[in-house]
């Protein structure tokens, strides 16, 4: 069957398995290999994507369910800023070692990019609860928390000098 799918901006057309799993069409066919695939169980969530800007276990989700509709990955984080740039989830997790092996950590920044889109000043039991459908055998989860409260301050930071400027722009014109 042919899908037509946009992957982090761009689009791809493949003829496809109708059984084919989403995890399975960005890593295999796509060659996007930061999705990872923790288990056979629909558990761990190191497969979470977004699909049409809500995060879904991507193991849970056939290929041609994406039909026509946008996906992005982690690799499509910082996509649109400069080389040097980071998503700040991406920064968080960096700087408040949110990682320890990495294994679930697409599938936590994905899930915490799609919390601050609709929370951007999320407590800790929230962010909790977003990650709750998520498993890390490393952190004990408390650092991935403080990567994303630490994400969440940096975005307000950055809205923050982005109005003043604008503020002051306007106030020179
Ligand atoms: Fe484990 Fe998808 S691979 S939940
Ligand atoms: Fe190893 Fe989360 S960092 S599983």
Not at 17 to 45: A, I, K, V, Y
Request: aromatic residues 4%; charged residues 25%.
């Amino acid at each position: 069957m042919q899908i037509t799918v946009s992957v982090n901006g761009e689009s791809y057309v493949r003829d496809v398995e109708p059984r084919l799993l989403l995890t399975h069409f960005l890593r295999d066919e796509l060659r996007l290999t930061g999705t990872h695939w923790g288990c056979d169980t629909s558990n761990c969530g190191a497969c979470v994507v977004r699909l049409d800007g809500v995060p879904v276990k991507s193991c849970t989700v056939l290929a041609v369910m994406a039909d026509g509709a946008e996906v992005s990955t982690v690799e499509g984080l910082a996509h649109g800023r400069s080389d040097a740039e980071l998503d700040p989830v991406q920064e968080g997790f960096m700087v408040c070692h949110g990682l320890q092996c990495g294994f679930c950590t697409p599938g936590m920044m994905m899930t915490s990019r799609a919390l601050l889109d609709r929370d951007p000043a999320p407590t800790a039991e929230t962010i909790r609860e977003a990650i709750s459908g998520q498993i890390c055998r490393c952190t004990g989860y408390e650092n991935i928390v403080r990567s994303v409260q630490w994400a969440a301050a940096k975005e307000s930071e950055r809205k923050r000098d982005t109005t003043g400027d604008t503020e002051s722009s306007e106030a020179m014109a």
